[in-house]
Nanobody, 114 residues
Framework: VQLVESGGGLVQPGESLRLSCATSGFTFRYYVISWYRQAAGKELERITSITKDGGAKDYVDSVKGRFTISRDNAKNTLYLRMNDLKPEDTAVYYC????????WGQGTQVTVSS
């Protein structure tokens, strides 16, 4: 199983980013997939998950209305569109597969700062 995140970077408050998680080594379309983040000195936080067919999604309150999770089962890829970014969104972002073992990518750093 491989999960490879990309798309992070340094942005100013109010700007947007789209993260990607390219996957391989398992049948992507069979699984719920999630995005987590970890800010410096804080615990890992699950921020959103998406069902196998993309029909259902849930979000932590702090990102509702700003972040959108999506998936392309033909490309085995998960996405996270992040709009109106805030300094408190600064963190390393990870995609996660649970089958029930946990699989993680290496993470991608998102820094929101003026």
């Amino acid at each position: 199983v491989q999960l490879v995140e990309s798309g992070g970077g340094l942005v100013q408050p109010g700007e947007s980013l789209r993260l990607s998680c390219a996957t391989s080594g398992f049948t992507f379309r069979y699984y719920v997939i999630s995005w987590y983040r970890q800010a410096a000195g804080k615990e890992l936080e699950r921020i959103t998950s998406i069902t196998k067919d993309g029909g259902a999604k849930d979000y932590v309150d702090s990102v509702k209305g700003r972040f959108t999770i999506s998936r392309d089962n033909a490309k085995n890829t998960l996405y996270l569109r992040m709009n109106d970014l805030k300094p408190e969104d600064t963190a390393v972002y990870y995609c996660n597969l649970r089958d029930p073992n946990d699989y993680w990518g290496q993470g991608t750093q998102v820094t929101v700062s003026s």
